[in-house]
């Protein structure tokens, strides 16, 4: 149980486009989706927390027109990049809260995106 | 604020050997501490947590951690590595306090095992 998935896994995209990021949560229902960025050789940097029919939280120095987020359902989360460029490249990585509390996270497996 | 620091970047031992990877935690109140693996290109699977019960924390995969509040240390351990551990390690901690169950993440120590 509690699996969380992404599609797609990896997307390249031209310069100035804009992609769609999936997170699903298959098997509970999420009120609360979190997405995160890695840089290569870093850590993982929350972006933003989604809330099931709400605005999205993002965190201090992400760009919100950017990095666009809807959480419509109990079990999706979107990351929409708008106006991509070769910077916003990186690892994307969901997560979702736990059923059993709050204080637990079942992440996805990630979507590379590249920009060209 | 929180935060997390892991003492060295990279690890190598021994298959068979003692694995010791190292956290050192920063909270303005008792915290929730977590260790995730991650394999390449790939997400994170928690591997342990500690969530004020008891101090030594099993997990999965043989691996366990020990949360020392008079060092602020939550070190993760195994006694004997396998060449399937390599990977990705993160420590990362969470206040525990309502409204807020942002997660922060150390840097990472990325463990190599040598045959």
């Known amino acids: 149980g509690a699996v969380v998935s992404q599609h797609p896994s990896r997307v390249i995209c031209k310069s100035g486009t804009s992609v769609k990021i999936e997170c699903r949560s298959l098997?509970?229902?999420?009120?609360?989706m979190f997405w995160y960025r890695q840089f290569p050789k870093k850590s993982l940097m929350l972006m933003a927390t989604?809330?099931?029919?709400?605005?999205?939280?993002?965190e201090q120095g992400v760009e919100k027109d950017k990095f666009l987020i809807n959480h419509a359902s109990l079990t999706l989360s979107t990351l929409t990049v708008t106006s991509a460029h070769p910077e916003d490249s990186s690892f994307y990585i969901c997560?979702?809260?736990?059923?059993?509390?709050?204080?637990?996270?079942?992440f996805g497996p990630g979507t590379r995106l590249t920009v060209t | 604020a929180q935060s997390v620091t892991q003492l060295g970047s990279h690890v190598s031992v021994s298959e068979g050997a003692l694995v010791l990877l190292r956290c050192n935690y920063s909270?303005?109140?008792?915290?929730?501490l977590f260790w995730y693996v991650q394999y390449p290109n790939q997400g994170l699977q928690l591997l342990l947590k500690?969530?004020?019960?008891?101090?030594l924390v099993k997990g999965i995969n043989g691996f366990e951690a020990e949360f020392k509040k008079s060092e602020t240390s939550f070190h993760l351990t195994k006694p004997s590595a396998h060449m399937s551990d390599a990977a990705e390690y993160f420590c990362?901690?969470?206040?525990?306090?309502?409204?807020?169950?942002?997660?922060?993440f150390g840097t990472g120590t990325r463990l190599t095992i040598i045959p």
């Open positions: 997560s979702a809260r736990s059923p059993r509390g709050i204080y637990e996270q079942y």
């Open positions: 098997d509970f229902q999420a009120t609360t």
């Open positions: 989604s809330n099931e029919g709400s605005k999205a939280t993002y």
């Open positions: 909270s303005s109140v008792p915290p929730y």
């Open positions: 500690y969530t004020s019960a008891a101090t």
């Open positions: 990362a901690v969470s206040e525990p306090v309502f409204g807020n169950e942002k997660l922060t």
